[in-house]
C-alpha cells in the first residue's frame, strides 16, 4: 500500500468512483467523483486528533462491526492515504446539530464542512479492474442462524477477533460475552451516576441511603415536611436498586467467561450450493486452517474441528500446510457438511452434521462457529460493468478466457484478482502483474503507432 | 511498549524517542521525517518488526527527510522477540530492551553510504520453450525488448504438443501451441534456440554474461534479466497399480489415446487420484490432476457413450468457478466418483480394480478394460542444474522457490531472475499464461527503467595490506562478485560492487580479517555484543 501512495508514478484517488468512459483501447477518458471527505486532503496529516474526540460513536465497518470508530475517521490505521473522512450519516455537525469539535481540535485546519464532489476528467489507455468481491451474507441460509446465535461469525468477523489491532486485541472473547461485558460497563457507568446523587442526598439528610430506605418502607417519612426530598431519595435509591441487582447477576455470570477454545469451522457456506453459489470459492479452507493454527497460537487449549466435503489445500505447500496442522495445532478434519446450527446451553453453538467416514448423523457443542463464507462478486459491480461496458460471467465475475486470462470483453480494458473469480493472494499478484504486462502491451502499441504516423 | 519507551530514553546516544501503533503507516512516517528535520537526528532506529518488509520504507523516509539512509537501524522485536516469546511476557519484554541496547550501540557507528547505480541490458533471456515461456517471450517482444529463448528439445510447445483438449474449454492443445510457436517464431525480437542449453550464467541484474550450448557450438550473449520457464514433468508410476503402459497407464498417456480416438471396445475405465502424491514421499497436492482426470473423463464419454468411468479420488481438487462447474458436467454425464482413505488405496488386478469405499463402508470391485492413474507434476530431472547454474533456490520438492510465497511469486530473491509456469508450481493453462504475462511484466520493469539501484551493504577490502591474494573468498563468493587482480602491491582481491549481496561469506573467511561489510563491521558488531553484556 504504502509503495502504492509513495510512487511517482501513481496518482492515487481514494474514495473516488468512476462514472463515465468514452473512446477505446490507448485512448480513454474516463470521468471519476471524488467524493466530498469534508477534510482536505492536501492538509490533513492523518494525526488522528479529530477522531479521538469526535462524541459520536458509529459501528466501524473494518471491524466488521465487532467496534466501533468515530462519525470522523480513516477507514483502518495504516490506510493509504491517511487523510480522515466525515461520514455524514452520522456526524452531528452535518446532521444540523451543534458540534463542531474536529475543527476546533485539528490543528492543520483541514476540516471544511462545505466540501463538495470534484468532477475531474483523466485520459488512460488502459484501464485495469481490481475491485475485489463481497463476503457472501450467510444470514441467507437459515439454518445456520447467523445473526440468530451470537457465537456464530463469519471467517472475516474471526480474522479481526484474531488480529493484535482488532476489537479485542486478538483474545477470542465470545460475542455473547462481549455482549455481557458490554451491559456490564453500561450499568457500571449508570450505577456511578446513581451513587453519586445518593452520595449528595446522604450528606444532606446525614443518613445512609439503606437505613433511610428502610424506615421510608416502614411509613417513618409519611407527614415529613420535607416529604417531597424524602420521596425523591426513596425513588432514586430503588432505581439504584434496580441497577445493582442484574449488574450483580451480570458480574456473576462473567466470572466464568473465558476465551473460545473448542472452534468449529464450517466450509462451503454460499459455495458449492445451488441455492447460491454453485461454485468452489477456493481460498476458504486455507484461511480455516489458517485461523484454526493462529488461534491455537494464542491459546495452546484450542481446539478446532473443520467440516468440509473435500479439503482443498492446492497450492505450493498447502497440503504439508493442511497437515501440519492437524499434527501441531488440535485441528481435526471431518467430512461432510453441516445441516443445522443450534444454540445449546451458555450460548454454545451445537452443530448438527453427518460425518460421512462414520456413516452417522452427529451433533457436537462448540464455544464458537466459524462460517468459510462465499466470495460472492461486489455489489457495484453490475452498476461499473455497464459503465465500463464490459461483460460479466453468469455469476457476476467479470468474463475472461482461459486463454486471455486478464482480457475482459473490451479492449483495453483488463482484470485481476477476484473480480475475475475466486483466488487467493499469490494468484492475485500474479494476476496483477498479467494485467499490467497487457496494460504497458498497449501503451507501447499505442506510441509505435503515433511514432509511425509521424513518419 | 511503554516500558520499552522509558527504557530507550535512558540509553547513551538517544536524543528522542517516539511511539506508534503503526510506525509503517503515512502518519507514523512522518512522524519520523518530523523528529528528524525539528530534533536534528544523526541516527534513526526503528524497534518493530522485520527489515525484509520493512527497512527499505523506513531508510528511503530517512532519506526524504535529508538523512544518509544507511544511518539508520532496525531492530526486529517482532518475529524474532514477540512472536517466539508470546507466552512469556516479562522475559519477552526483557529481550526487546536488549535488542534495542544492543540496535542503539551499533546505529551510533553506523556510516553514511552511497548506493550504486548500474545500467540494464535490453534483452531477456527466457529458458524454456513451453506455453510459459512462449507466452513470455511474445508478451516481451510486443513491448519491444530483445528475447533469446532457449529450449533443451528439438522443437518448441513442451508438454502442451502431448495433451489432446485442455478444460475448461476443450481447446485443442495442439492448435493453440502450433499459434503460439508460430507468433514467437515470426516476431524478429526473439531468437530461438531450440536443441540447446544454457551452460554459464556468470554477473548479475543488468549484466549478465550467459553461454549458450548448441549444436553449432557455443555462444556468448548479454542479457539483462532471465525467466525460468522449464516446467515440469509427468511423475512416472513404476510398480505403482501394475503399470505397464498399456492397460494401466497414466493421464498423459490416457491424453495420446483419445487424441487417436479410443478403441470402441473400452467400456471400462477406472482412474485412480493421487498416485504418487499427498504420501509420505512425496506429501504435495499436484493441484491439476483432479481437473485432468475430470476432462478426461467427460472426453471419454464424448467418445464411447456409454463407456463406465469412475474416479477413485481422496478429495475432488476442483477448486474455482470453471472446474467445479466442469465437475459438475461429469457427473451429469455419468462419471462416477468413489472415495477412499490412504490408508485402504484401492488394488488393481489384471481386469478390475478392488476399492474400499469410504463412504459406503464396503468392498467394491470394479471391471476395468483401462486403469488411469493420475500422477503428479514433478520438478524437471535437470531443475537442480538450473538451480545451480542461476544461484537460485528450489523447495523441498525440487520446484524453484519464489522471492515470497505470497507477495512475490513470480520473482526470485535474487533481482533480475523471474520464475512462472510449472517450474514453480503445477498450474492449468489458464494459471500458466497469467504468470507468463506476469513474469513478462516483471522483468520489464528493470529493462524500462534502464539502470538499477544496488543496495551498497557490500563487501569493502577494508585492510588492503593485509590481503595476500589468496583468493579463498573468491572460491567461496556465491555470487561470483570477487576476483584478484594485480596490482602495485601485488595480487590483491576486487569486489565487483554490483555483483556483491553483503551476504559475509568473504569477511567470514578471510583469516587476514582484510574483508569486512558495510554496516556490519567488527567495531559495529563487538559495540552490539558490548551493549548484550552490559
Known amino acids: ?455 | 511498549m511503554e516500558a520499552l519507551d522509558d527504557y530507550t530514553r535512558t540509553l547513551p546516544y538517544v536524543a528522542f524517542v517516539q511511539r506508534h501503533l503503526y510506525s509503517c503507516s503515512e502518519g507514523g512516517i512522518n512522524e519520523i521525517k518530523k523528529g528528524i528535520e525539528e530534533q536534528n537526528l544523526n541516527r534513526v532506529v526503528v524497534a518493530s518488526c522485520t527489515p525484509r518488509t520493512h527497512e527499505p520504507l523506513f531508510r528511503s523516509s530517512c532519506e526524504e527527510a535529508g538523512l544518509n539512509p544507511y544511518l539508520f537501524e532496525m531492530v526486529n522485536i517482532r518475529d524474532q522477540c514477540s512472536w517466539v516469546h508470546m507466552q512469556q511476557q516479562v522475559d519477552g519484554t526483557a529481550k526487546a530492551k536488549d535488542l534495542i541496547r544492543m540496535g542503539v550501540a551499533k546505529a551510533a557507528l553506523l556510516k553514511p553510504q552511497e548506493s550504486i547505480m548500474s545500467e540494464v541490458c535490453a534483452r531477456a533471456l527466457v529458458i524454456g520453450g513451453g506455453i510459459a515461456g512462449l507466452t513470455a517471450s511474445a508478451a516481451l517482444a510486443r513491448r519491444g525488448y530483445e528475447v533469446v529463448l532457449v529450449e533443451k528439445k528439438e522443437g518448441l510447445g513442451g508438454m502442451l504438443n502431448r495433451l489432446h483438449k485442455l478444460g475448461p474449454t476443450m481447446t485443442d492443445a495442439g492448435e493453440l501451441i502450433e499459434e503460439k510457436i508460430r507468433e514467437v517464431m515470426q516476431h524478429d525480437k526473439i531468437t530461438v534456440f531450440t536443441g540447446a542449453r544454457v551452460t554459464a550464467v556468470q554477473g548479475f541484474i543488468g549484466k549478465f554474461d550467459v553461454e549458450v550450448e548448441t549444436e553449432s557450438g557455443k555462444k556468448k550473449i548479454d542479457i539483462g534479466v532471465v525467466l525460468v520457464a522449464t516446467g515440469g514433468r509427468a511423475f512416472v508410476p513404476e510398480g505403482l497399480y501394475g503399470y505397464d503402459g498399456r492397460r494401466v497407464i497414466t493421464q498423459l498417456e490416457m491424453e495420446q489415446l483419445l487424441k487417436e480416438g479410443l478403441d470402441t471396445d473400452v467400456k471400462n475405465v477406472v482412474m485412480i487420484q493421487c498416485v504418487g502424491s499427498r504420501d509420505q514421499e512425496r506429501p504435495y497436492c499436484s493441484r491439476i490432476c483432479c481437473q485432468i482426470a475430470v476432462k478426461n473423463a467427460i472426453l471419454i464419454k464424448d467418445q464411447i457413450q456409454d463407456a463406465r468411468v469412475s474416479i477413485l479420488y481422496r478429495d475432488m481438487q476442483m477448486y474455482g468457478i470453471e472446474n467445479e462447474e466442469m465437475f459438475r458436467e461429469s457427473k451429469a454425464k455419468g462419471v462416477r466418483y468413489i472415495h477412499y482413505d490412504l490408508a485402504r488405496p484401492p488394488q488393481a488386478e489384471s481386469d478390475q480394480v478392488l476399492v474400499y469405499h469410504s463412504l459406503l463402508g464396503r468392498e467394491m470391485t470394479l471391471t476395468a478394460d483401462l486403469v488411469v492413474l493420475s500422477t503428479p507434476l514433478v520438478a524437471q530431472e535437470d531443475a537442480n542444474v538450473s538451480s545451480q547454474l542461476l544461484r537460485v533456490p528450489v523447495d523441498e520438492n525440487g520446484f524453484f522457490l519464489e522471492g515470497h510465497v505470497k507477495l512475490k511469486p513470480l520473482d526470485f530473491a535474487t533481482d533480475g531472475i523471474y520464475l512462472c509456469g510449472s517450474a514453480r508450481f503445477p498450474a492449468n493453462i489458464r494459471e500458466v499464461i497469467a504468470q507468463g504475462l506476469g513474469a513478462a511484466s516483471r522483468a520489464s520493469i528493470p529493462m524500462s527503467k534502464g539502470s538499477v539501484v544496488v543496495e551498497p551493504i557490500i563487501s569493502v577490502l577494508a585492510d588492503e595490506d593485509a590481503c595476500r591474494g589468496c583468493s579463498l573468498c573468491v572460491a567461496l563468493c556465491p555470487y561470483s562478485a570477487l576476483e584478484i587482480r594485480n596490482t602495485e602491491k601485488g595480487r590483491k582481491v576486487h569486489v565487483i560492487d554490483v555483483a556483491c549481496k553483503g551476504c559475509g561469506v568473504c569477511a567470514a573467511t578471510c583469516y587476514q580479517h582484510a574483508l569486512t561489510i558495510n554496516s556490519y563491521t567488527n567495531n559495529q558488531l563487538e559495540a552490539q555484543i558490548d551493549a548484550f553484556l552490559d
Open chain 1, 1 to 455: 500500500m504504502l509503495d502504492v501512495g509513495r510512487h511517482p508514478n501513481i496518482a492515487l484517488l481514494a474514495y473516488s468512483e468512476v462514472e463515465k468512459v468514452e473512446g477505446q483501447a490507448g485512448d480513454f477518458n474516463v470521468t471519476v467523483r471524488r467524493k466530498k471527505r469534508y477534510v482536505e486532503k492536501d492538509k490533513c496529516t492523518g494525526c488522528g486528533a479529530c477522531a479521538e474526540k469526535c462524541p459520536t460513536k458509529v459501528s466501524d465497518a473494518f471491524n466488521e462491526g465487532l467496534g466501533s470508530r468515530s462519525a470522523i475517521y480513516s477507514y483502518f490505521a495504516q490506510g493509504i492515504p491517511s487523510t480522515h473522512t466525515i461520514d455524514p450519516d452520522f456526524c452531528r455537525q452535518l446532521k444540523g446539530k451543534k458540534c463542531g469539535i474536529c475543527e476546533k481540535v485539528c490543528q492543520a485546519d483541514a476540516i471544511n464542512f462545505d466540501q463538495e464532489d470534484m468532477i475531474i476528467t483523466l485520459d488512460v489507455g488502459a484501464i485495469i479492474f481490481a475491485v475485489g468481491y463481497d463476503v457472501f451474507d450467510p444470514s441467507q441460509i437459515p439454518e445456520y442462524r447467523y445473526r440468530e446465535i451470537p457465537n456464530v461469525v463469519t471467517a472475516m468477523e474471526f480474522e479481526r477477533l484474531l488480529s493484535a489491532s482488532g476489537p479485542t486485541e486478538g483474545h477470542l472473547d465470545r460475542p455473547s460475552d462481549r455482549t455481557v461485558e458490554a451491559e456490564i460497563a453500561t450499568l457500571e457507568k449508570n450505577l456511578k451516576k446513581s451513587k453519586r446523587t445518593l452520595e449528595k442526598l446522604e450528606k444532606k439528610y446525614d443518613q445512609t441511603s439503606a437505613q433511610f430506605y428502610n424506615q421510608y418502607q416502614q411509613g417513618q417519612y409519611q407527614d415529613d415536611r420535607d416529604e417531597q426530598g424524602r420521596k425523591k431519595w426513596a425513588d432514586k435509591y430503588a432505581t439504584h436498586l434496580a441497577i445493582m441487582e442484574p449488574l450483580e447477576a451480570l458480574k456473576k455470570k462473567a466470572e466464568g467467561f473465558t476465551v473460545a477454545k473448542k472452534l468449529a469451522f464450517v466450509q462451503c457456506v454460499g459455495s458449492r450450493d445451488f441455492r447460491f453459489y454453485p461454485f468452489c470459492s477456493g481460498y476458504c479452507c486455507m484461511h480455516s486452517i489458517k485461523e484454526a493454527v493462529i488461534a491455537h497460537e494464542h491459546e495452546p487449549e484450542t481446539t478446532s474441528t473443520i467440516f468440509g466435503m473435500d479439503i482443498r489445500a492446492v497450492s505450493k505447500g498447502f497440503e504439508e500446510y493442511k497437515i501440519r496442522g492437524g499434527n501441531n495445532s488440535n485441528i481435526s478434519y471431518v467430512r461432510g457438511r453441516v445441516s443445522e446450527i443450534m444454540e445449546g446451553p451458555a450460548n454454545n453453538p451445537v452443530v448438527i452434521y453427518e460425518d460421512t467416514h462414520k456413516r452417522q448423523v452427529e451433533s457436537r457443542e462448540f464455544d464458537m462457529v466459524i462460517l468459510a463464507t462465499a466470495c460472492a462478486p461486489t455489489k457495484g459491480i453490475i452498476k461499473l460493468a455497464k459503465v465500463f461496458g464490459v461483460a460479466l460471467d453468469k455469476y457476476g465475475f467479470i468474463k475472461t478466457s482461459p486463454l486471455s486470462p486478464v482480457d475482459t470483453t473490451v479492449p483495453g480494458v483488463f482484470v485481476c484478482g477476484c473480480a475475475e473469480s475466486p483466488m487467493d493472494v499469490p494468484e492475485s499478484v500474479a494476476q496483477a502483474s498479467s494485467a499490467a504486462e497487457r496494460a504497458a502491451e498497449i501503451a507501447i502499441q499505442l506510441r509505435s503507432e503515433k511514432e509511425k504516423a509521424v513518419a
